[in-house]
Structure formats: structure tokens, C-alpha cells
């Protein structure tokens, strides 16, 4: 069993690592297309090819770490060297020189983003491969599951929190006034962003860094399943063997594609749909709650859900996405009705919110549990190999979505105007075609629905890792490692 330090600074692992996560998946589609002005097309391109990248490259790092052995074990060195680089390269990313042309510009996201992406998988694929590791099928594995998913809802809330109030603070003190040569590229609020956005980086990437380095100097590797050294073409194999795994990794693409898909449009909504001069200050209000939501609904909603209501994991699901479908439709209404204030908009907030919280509880238990699964049917623990599966499946979602965006914004033609160097006093909305809002509004609510109905299809169809189904698994592997002993 895990002790309280150790549950504690594997929770803050989960704080730092999504913060980090949350500010490139939230944040860099906006930093580069309306900030630096790179075309919403080139960056969607970018996102998307990063993802194919990692498909090549998340499941060879899991080969990796499942056959790493030092005397630090097997996770702790990679999520050291992980950690560090990714920190300096997110870094990187947020600080891209703003004299840089339009292709220059367009290399550098390239560049970075991919690198951001190899360097995360560094750390992320070996962080979650403990769980198994560490935890035995059940109640055990939910507490580990919910506590680390519940600290990694604290980070990305964080970030959606603070981002768009704390960049502005910091640009205004740090950043100064645009050289003359930039003034007219960078005007007013844009010059201010850019540099906050470096700076805020900056404090992310040392959090991330100090963070990490507690959760590596607190763990001790409990357990660490000795698997027998495979070629990797047997460890892709016995992935596709696991069916269970397939389906869930199918499952958390299209619920997390659904997701990124408002949460990059969302900035966009509050900017150019709501608009007003203090658009930010509406789009932080909705963030804070919305992030507020997410980690309670996995503190306490999935805890209600599962223990007073006594609901098994599969209902649970269904219902979150409900939740989820309900508040897209309410917020389609609400914007097509002309609601032009931001606290209706926390209803549709808080549903969507709600349900993402309690999924990403949900969906790593069910990806652990496709472990023993893997480990009865197979005769292998592939706990690396199943959980890089996660991450990239997690980054492919966001390409996807980030690419979805990107065609959107390029089709409406939403785009930070250029002002007098006082941008900050412009309402935004003023100026963009109905039919443009129209288009937002749709893309950021129909578009997630469609995904989500098949989302449920394809789980309904595929997945029989029920309760029950569970512990008859954890029973048998018992028994089969007790019949082993004897022998």
C-alpha cells in the first residue's frame, strides 16, 4: 500500500505534468495563429503531422521504459530526463522569436511542437505505467486512479484559470513597448501577450521541474513487473491482441477529441462571438468555474456516482456523456437565442466540465484494468506499451481537434484585429458577420456531439470489462500465480 507522502507528491506529478499539457493543448493554437499571425491552415497542418509523429514514436518509448533497468528502476530516470527537456522546450515554444518571418515562423512551431511532443512522452508514458505497477485490480487501483486524475484536473484548471489573467499581467511589467521595426506587426495587446506568454511559461516550466523532481526523490518503486525482454514487433502484437485495450484507446480519442475541440474554440467564442472589452475577464470567470467542476466531479461526483448511487464504471460513463451532450446543446440555444452574458454560459460550462472530469477517471481504470486483462489472456503485463498508447492517443485528439479548429478559423476568418496600440480597449466582436458567429457556434457544439455518439457506438459495441468481469480477471491471476509458486 501507498503511503501519504507518496500518494502526495505522486499527486503533485499529476499537477505539474498537466499544467504543461493543458497550456500547449489550450494555448498554442492561439499563441501562433492569433498572436504571431501564422495562417490557422499552416498550424492545423502542424498539429496533425506532430500526431502521426508520435504514432511512431509514443509506442517505441514504451518499449523503451518497459526495458529500462537501473538502480533508480525503471520509471523514475525517465521521468527525471522527460521532465526537464520538456520544460525547456515548452519554453522554447512560447518564447518564438517575433522577428522571424512568416515561414520562419511556421518552422519554429513545426520544430518545437514536435520536440514538445517526443520530450512529453519521455515523462508521461512511465508516470502512468505505475499505476498498474503499483496497485492491484479494484478499489485500490480506483483511490490511485481518481487521486492522480483528480490532481492532474487541478493543473490543467490552473492553466485555464490563470493563462489569459496572469499573461496580460506579465506582459504589461516585463514586456515593454514594441521595437519600431515590430510596432506595426505587433500592436497594443498583441505585443503585450506575446511577452506574457513567455513569461508565464517560464514560471509553468519551473513549477514542472521542481514538481517532478519531489515525486522522483519521494516514490520507491514498490513493485515492477519483471517482464521477459520482447522484440518490439512482439510488444505491438500483443497490443493488438488486447482487444479490451484497443477499445478504450478508440474510446479516449473520440471523448477527448470532442473536448479539445471546444476547449481551443472557446477562447475564440468569448473573444469574437460574446466579445466586449473585457472579454477576458468573462472567458477567466468561465474557466475558473469550469475548471472548478472538473476536479470536483472527479473528487466527488465519480465517488457519488459510484459508491452512494452505487453505479458501476460503464453507467458512469453513459451518464458523463450525457452531461456532456446536454450542455452542448444548451449552449448551442444559448448563443443562437442572443445570450450575450457570461454567467448563463457556466451552466453549459459545468456540464461539459463535469462530464470530462469523471471520464478521465473512468477511462484510466478501464485502460488499467485492460492490463490484467492483457496479463490473462496473453501472459504479459505490457503495462508501458498500453499506456503510450494513451498518450499518444490523448496527443492525437488534440491534433485532430486542434486541426478541426484550424480549418474553422481559417474558413471564418476570426482573426485579432489590428488596432491603434490600445487593443485592449476593443471590443472584438464588433465587425464579424453573423454568419461567421454562426459557424463558431456550430462547430464548437454539433461537431463534439457527432463525435461523442460515436464514441458510445464504438464502446457499447466493443467493451466487456464490466465489474464483474474485473475481479473474475484479478481472481484468476491470482490463482494462476499462486498455482506458479506451488510449482
Same mark, same amino acid.
Given at each position: 500500500?501507498?503511503?501519504?507522502?507518496?500518494?502526495?507528491?505522486?499527486?503533485?506529478?499529476?499537477?505539474?505534468?498537466?499544467?504543461?499539457?493543458?497550456?500547449?493543448?489550450?494555448?498554442?493554437?492561439?499563441?501562433?495563429?492569433?498572436?504571431?499571425?501564422?495562417?490557422?491552415?499552416?498550424?492545423?497542418?502542424?498539429?496533425?503531422?506532430?500526431?502521426?509523429?508520435?504514432?511512431?514514436?509514443?509506442?517505441?518509448?514504451?518499449?523503451?521504459?518497459?526495458?529500462?533497468?537501473?538502480?533508480?528502476?525503471?520509471?523514475?530516470?525517465?521521468?527525471?530526463?522527460?521532465?526537464?527537456?520538456?520544460?525547456?522546450?515548452?519554453?522554447?515554444?512560447?518564447?518564438?522569436?517575433?522577428?522571424?518571418?512568416?515561414?520562419?515562423?511556421?518552422?519554429?512551431?513545426?520544430?518545437?511542437?514536435?520536440?514538445?511532443?517526443?520530450?512529453?512522452?519521455?515523462?508521461?508514458?512511465?508516470?502512468?505505467?505505475?499505476?498498474?505497477?503499483?496497485?492491484?485490480?479494484?478499489?485500490?487501483?480506483?483511490?490511485?486512479?481518481?487521486?492522480?486524475?483528480?490532481?492532474?484536473?487541478?493543473?490543467?484548471?490552473?492553466?485555464?484559470?490563470?493563462?489569459?489573467?496572469?499573461?496580460?499581467?506579465?506582459?504589461?511589467?516585463?514586456?515593454?513597448?514594441?521595437?519600431?521595426?515590430?510596432?506595426?506587426?505587433?500592436?497594443?495587446?498583441?505585443?503585450?501577450?506575446?511577452?506574457?506568454?513567455?513569461?508565464?511559461?517560464?514560471?509553468?516550466?519551473?513549477?514542472?521541474?521542481?514538481?517532478?523532481?519531489?515525486?522522483?526523490?519521494?516514490?520507491?518503486?514498490?513493485?515492477?513487473?519483471?517482464?521477459?525482454?520482447?522484440?518490439?514487433?512482439?510488444?505491438?502484437?500483443?497490443?493488438?491482441?488486447?482487444?479490451?485495450?484497443?477499445?478504450?484507446?478508440?474510446?479516449?480519442?473520440?471523448?477527448?477529441?470532442?473536448?479539445?475541440?471546444?476547449?481551443?474554440?472557446?477562447?475564440?467564442?468569448?473573444?469574437?462571438?460574446?466579445?466586449?472589452?473585457?472579454?477576458? @475577464? +468573462?472567458?477567466?470567470?468561465?474557466?475558473?468555474? $469550469?475548471? *472548478?467542476?472538473?476536479?470536483? #466531479?472527479? %473528487?466527488? &461526483?465519480?465517488? =457519488?456516482?459510484?459508491?452512494?448511487?452505487?453505479?458501476?464504471?460503464?453507467?458512469?460513463?453513459?451518464?458523463?456523456?450525457?452531461?456532456?451532450?446536454?450542455?452542448?446543446?444548451?449552449?448551442?440555444?444559448?448563443?443562437?437565442?442572443?445570450?450575450?452574458?457570461?454567467?448563463?454560459?457556466?451552466?453549459?460550462?459545468?456540464?461539459?466540465?463535469?462530464?470530462?472530469?469523471?471520464?478521465?477517471?473512468?477511462?484510466?481504470?478501464?485502460?488499467?484494468?485492460?492490463?490484467?486483462?492483457?496479463?490473462?489472456?496473453?501472459?504479459?503485463?505490457?503495462?508501458?506499451?498500453?499506456?503510450?498508447?494513451?498518450?499518444?492517443?490523448?496527443?492525437?485528439?488534440?491534433?485532430?481537434?486542434?486541426?478541426?479548429?484550424?480549418?474553422?478559423?481559417?474558413?471564418?476568418?476570426?482573426?485579432?484585429?489590428?488596432? @491603434? +496600440?490600445?487593443?485592449?480597449?476593443?471590443?472584438? $466582436?464588433? *465587425?464579424?458577420?453573423?454568419? #461567421?458567429? %454562426?459557424? &463558431?457556434?456550430? =462547430?464548437?457544439?454539433?461537431?463534439?456531439?457527432?463525435?461523442?455518439?460515436?464514441?458510445?457506438?464504438?464502446?457499447?459495441?466493443?467493451?466487456?470489462?464490466?465489474?464483474?468481469?474485473?475481479?473474475?480477471?484479478?481472481?484468476?491471476?491470482?490463482?494462476?500465480?499462486?498455482?506458479?509458486?506451488?510449482?
Amino acid at each position: 500500500m501507498l503511503g501519504a507522502k507518496e500518494k502526495t507528491s505522486y499527486g503533485l506529478g499529476a499537477v505539474g505534468k498537466d499544467m504543461v499539457y493543458m497550456l500547449s493543448a489550450s494555448y498554442i493554437l492561439y499563441y501562433f495563429q492569433d498572436i504571431l499571425g501564422v495562417s490557422a491552415a499552416a498550424m492545423g497542418l502542424i498539429l496533425l503531422v506532430a500526431r502521426v509523429f508520435d504514432a511512431f514514436n509514443d509506442p517505441v518509448m514504451g518499449v523503451i521504459v518497459a526495458k529500462t533497468k537501473t538502480r533508480w528502476g525503471k520509471f523514475r530516470p525517465w521521468l527525471l530526463i522527460g521532465t526537464i527537456t520538456n520544460a525547456l522546450v515548452l519554453f522554447l515554444m512560447f518564447s518564438a522569436p517575433p522577428s522571424l518571418d512568416s515561414r520562419g515562423l511556421v518552422a519554429y512551431a513545426a520544430v518545437t511542437y514536435i520536440v514538445w511532443g517526443v520530450t512529453y512522452t519521455m515523462m508521461d508514458i512511465p508516470y502512468w505505467s505505475m499505476i498498474p505497477a503499483f496497485t492491484n485490480g479494484g478499489r485500490e487501483r480506483e483511490g490511485l486512479t481518481t487521486l492522480a486524475r483528480s490532481c492532474a484536473g487541478v493543473g490543467s484548471a490552473v492553466i485555464s484559470i490563470a493563462t489569459m489573467i496572469i499573461v496580460p499581467m506579465l506582459g504589461k511589467t516585463f514586456g515593454g513597448s514594441a521595437p519600431k521595426n515590430l510596432t506595426s506587426r505587433y500592436p497594443g495587446q498583441q505585443w503585450i501577450e506575446l511577452n506574457g506568454f513567455k513569461y508565464f511559461t517560464l514560471g509553468v516550466a519551473l513549477l514542472f521541474v521542481f514538481f517532478t523532481v519531489i515525486m522522483c526523490l519521494s516514490i520507491k518503486e514498490k513493485s515492477s513487473v519483471d517482464m521477459k525482454t520482447a522484440k518490439i514487433c512482439e510488444m505491438f502484437r500483443a497490443l493488438v491482441q488486447n482487444d479490451q485495450a484497443m477499445c478504450v484507446v478508440l474510446t479516449i480519442v473520440v471523448v477527448n477529441v470532442a473536448l479539445y475541440i471546444t476547449s481551443n474554440l472557446v477562447i475564440y467564442f468569448f473573444k469574437y462571438d460574446l466579445g466586449g472589452t473585457r472579454w477576458n @475577464d +468573462g472567458y477567466a470567470l468561465f474557466n475558473m468555474v $469550469s475548471g *472548478g467542476t472538473q476536479i470536483l #466531479s472527479m %473528487m466527488i &461526483l465519480y465517488p =457519488v456516482l459510484r459508491n452512494l448511487f452505487r453505479l458501476n464504471n460503464i453507467k458512469i460513463f453513459y451518464v458523463s456523456i450525457g452531461m456532456s451532450v446536454a450542455g452542448y446543446i444548451i449552449l448551442l440555444a444559448m448563443a443562437s437565442l442572443g445570450v450575450n452574458t457570461v454567467v448563463p454560459f457556466l451552466i453549459p460550462g459545468v456540464l461539459v466540465m463535469a462530464s470530462a472530469g469523471v471520464n478521465n477517471v473512468i477511462i484510466t481504470v478501464f485502460l488499467a484494468n485492460t492490463v490484467d486483462y492483457g496479463d490473462l489472456k496473453n501472459g504479459r503485463r505490457d503495462e508501458s506499451v498500453i499506456f503510450s498508447m494513451q498518450t499518444f492517443v490523448v496527443k492525437l485528439a488534440s491534433g485532430i481537434a486542434a486541426f478541426v479548429a484550424s480549418l474553422a478559423l481559417s474558413v471564418l476568418n476570426l482573426k485579432q484585429n489590428a488596432g @491603434d +496600440g490600445v487593443t485592449s480597449n476593443i471590443d472584438f $466582436s464588433l *465587425g464579424v458577420a453573423a454568419s #461567421s458567429k %454562426m459557424g &463558431l457556434r456550430m =462547430v464548437m457544439t454539433l461537431v463534439p456531439i457527432f463525435v461523442l455518439v460515436c464514441g458510445v457506438i464504438i464502446f457499447k459495441t466493443k467493451f466487456i470489462l464490466n465489474d464483474k468481469k474485473v475481479e473474475e480477471i484479478s481472481s484468476e491471476l491470482q490463482a494462476r500465480k499462486a498455482s506458479e509458486k506451488q510449482d
